[in-house]
């Protein structure tokens, strides 16, 4: 039988708490399915380790990692560890270094979810980010100068290639082809006079060879406010790293909250392991309290099934979550309801079932 090796970095705060119930979720999966299973690995990352070894993740971290298909990310992050740290030597350490450059973070009003904006029906909230992943305002470059002094000076680079950005771009002409979609770009060309100018120059030196594909390019400023007056201009967006980070809390909140937004770091040529995560971050204030919501990080679950080939699974699974929210009666606080993670991970393999 095919098996998949799954390294499994719950993290921190709430990460364990959700990435529990997901894996409930994929080992049912395979059960139902009969033809594949899973092979899950733990590994103990995260804040808490660092405070044990002063490290995120083992300095052979990643080599331990490229042995596995995939990986399943719960959350990083947690008070006593600055962020600065915590986040770029373990999460964005390996979207970076396994050139996972393609970010696909799915923006769908399921019905039954909350959605704060009055009139907005699941017919108008139906987009998919393709976040660039690898380099941007992400890249980490910079400088730090006359540290502590009147004459301080801080310098953050963005990396903007062309190799970089052709290749997000043309990913997401790709799919808004493929899905007979549109394709909006999202940038700041007006006040970014290098990065978002070129950006926009790439966006449409690609765009050449899609004439099938109908686009529209926005300033991010613009686009924010159309995703909330008036979302259901979005199909497919391709936008940088920080608008793309940004935009999808954005989309988050439109589409049924934190509990519900999942996110793909893929690399698509395979050569790496692509990981999956709920979008969400470690959740301090309700950690522990065994009321995260786990559909969050089962909808990145899906993702993994639908990046192995099993898109009908994944289907399958995003079908559950509406139905839970429909159902309204095993959903977390966040959702409105009173059930707890584990009972909402487990109503949700019930219905996988039934
Ligand atoms: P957060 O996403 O952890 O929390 C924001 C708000 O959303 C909180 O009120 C939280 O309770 C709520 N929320 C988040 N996930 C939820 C869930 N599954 N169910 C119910 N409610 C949920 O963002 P933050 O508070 O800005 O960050 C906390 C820490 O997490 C920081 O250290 C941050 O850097 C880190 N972070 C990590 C990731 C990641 O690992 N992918 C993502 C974002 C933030
Ligand atoms: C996300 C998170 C990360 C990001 C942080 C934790 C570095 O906010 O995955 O959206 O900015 O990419
Ligand atoms: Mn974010």
């Known amino acids: 039988m095919k098996t998949y090796k ?5 993290g921190d ?8 119930e997901e894996i409930k979720v994929l080992q049912a999966v395979s059960e139902l399915d009969g033809g594949f299973r899973f092979d899950f690995t733990e590994y103990p990352w995260g804040c808490e380790y660092y405070l044990k070894t002063g ?12 042995n596995y298909e995939a990986i399943l990310l719960g959350a990083a992050g947690y008070p006593g560890v600055p962020d600065h740290i915590s986040l770029r030597d373990l999460l964005l350490r390996i979207r970076h270094d396994f050139d996972e450059y393609i970010n696909l973070r799915p923006v769908k009003l399921l019905k039954g979810a909350n959605c ?12 998919v980010f393709i976040r660039e992943n690898s380099e941007g305002e992400y890249s980490g470059q910079g400088a730090w100068l006359y540290p502590d002094t009147p004459r301080e000076v801080v310098i953050q680079d963005g990396v903007f290639s062309r190799h970089g950005c052709e290749r997000v ?21 007006n006040a970014l006079n290098y990065s978002m100018v070129f950006w926009d120059k790439i966006f449409a030196e690609v765009g050449r060879e899609y004439p099938d ?16 007056k008036n979302p259901k201009r979005f199909q497919v967006v391709v936008t940088s790293n920080l608008f793309g980070d940004i935009l999808t809390d954005l989309g988050a909140a439109i589409a049924g909250g934190m509990g519900l937004a999942a996110g793909a770091n ?11 995560e709920p979008i969400h971050g470690s959740a301090p204030d309700i950690a522990g309290r065994r009321i995260a919501n786990p559909l969050a990080a089962i909808w990145s679950a899906s993702q993994l099934l639908d990046f192995l080939g099993y898109e009908n699974w994944g289907r399958k699974i995003i079908a559950a979550i509406e139905e839970l929210l429909v159902k309204g009666e095993s959903l977390t606080p966040d959702q409105g309801g009173a059930a707890t993670t584990d009972e909402c991970g487990d109503a949700l393999i019930a219905l996988l079932k039934a």
Do not use: C, H, Q, W
């Open 13 to 20: 705060g709430i990460g364990p708490e959700v990435v529990r």
């Open 213 to 228: 594909v109908k686009t529209y390019s926005l300033l991010v400023d613009a686009a924010s406010m159309f995703m909330v």
């Open 266 to 276: 893929l690399n698509p040529e395979r050569k790496f392991p692509s990981m999956f």
């Open 116 to 127: 704060p904006l009055k009139d907005a029906s699941p017919e108008d909230i139906d987009m």
């Open 169 to 189: 771009i043309r990913y997401a002409y790709e799919l808004a082809r493929k899905e007979g979609k549109t394709l909006t770009s999202i940038s700041k060309g």
């Open 6 to 10: 799954i390294a499994v970095i719950a």
């Open 55 to 66: 490290e995120m993740m083992p300095a052979d971290g990643l080599e331990t990692l490229k």
